[in-house]
């Protein structure tokens, strides 16, 4: 059965940097493109940033674009969200996904990101 | 961008009766290649999102068939034909055809 599970949350300062991970097993990763999504404490739903499933595109949303990057290993089965200058209105619990038809039809149990000094 | 608007917000129904949902779109969500990529999310309490539609119509594995979905070009809209209690919680709505991908508000769907 597909398996995603996020981890590497925790509390970080503004300006400092986290990098978030999500391991899949269960399908062929190496032939999947992927999501991160984010939910702010008692918010909605925000997509982050996709990766294309030989990682050779990448698509970022205008509120972390050139600050957060994405990115995956296939040899371990894993993505990443490399997160740079963090700001207070990053913090979320961040979710990846995997993609199917135009949107993620598998999502992990998400990692909570908290930016605070 | 596609801003998604969801409506109602709020959805108070009572258990048995049936449930609509609204998802406009800023723009077209006819994709290049032919296909609508709008989905529909449902997100219970405490527990992560989970797909119930892709393409408009089409029910993801395990989605209860009281659960159906339609709409083109820009408005679209979930129903659910007898309202459960595990029923319960906010749903989206979020178009893959346009970057950046967007999701609609979420509307709150509680038993009244």
């Known amino acids: 059965q597909v398996q995603l599970v996020e981890s590497g949350g925790g509390v970080v300062q503004p300006g400092g940097s986290l990098t978030l991970t999500c391991a899949a097993s269960?399908?062929?990763?190496?032939?999947?493109?992927m999501y991160w999504v984010r939910q702010a404490p008692g918010k909605g739903l925000e997509w982050v940033a996709f990766i294309r499933y030989d990682g050779g595109s990448q698509n970022y949303a205008n509120s972390v674009r050139g600050r957060f990057t994405v990115s995956r290993d296939d040899s371990k089965n894993t993505l990443f969200l490399q997160m740079n200058s963090l700001r207070v209105e990053d913090t979320a619990v961040y979710y990846c996904?995997?993609?199917?038809?135009?949107?993620?039809?598998?999502w992990g149990q998400g990692t909570l990101v908290t930016v605070s000094s | 961008d596609a801003v998604l608007t969801q409506s109602p917000l709020s959805l108070p129904v009572t258990l048995g009766q049936p449930a609509s949902i609204s998802c406009k779109s800023s723009q077209s969500l006819v994709h290049s290649d032919g296909n609508t990529y709008l989905n529909w999310f449902q997100q219970r309490p405490g527990q992560s999102p989970r797909r119930l539609i892709y393409k408009i119509s089409n029910r993801d594995s395990g989605v209860p068939d009281r659960f159906s979905a339609s709409g083109s070009g820009t408005d679209f809209t979930l129903k659910i034909s007898r309202v459960e209690a595990e029923d319960v919680g906010v749903y989206y709505c979020m178009q893959g055809t346009h970057w950046p991908r967007t999701f609609g508000q979420g509307t709150k769907l509680e038993i009244k």
């Open positions: 996904g995997k993609d199917l038809m135009g949107g993620p039809d598998y």
């Open positions: 269960g399908f062929r990763f190496s032939s999947s493109g």
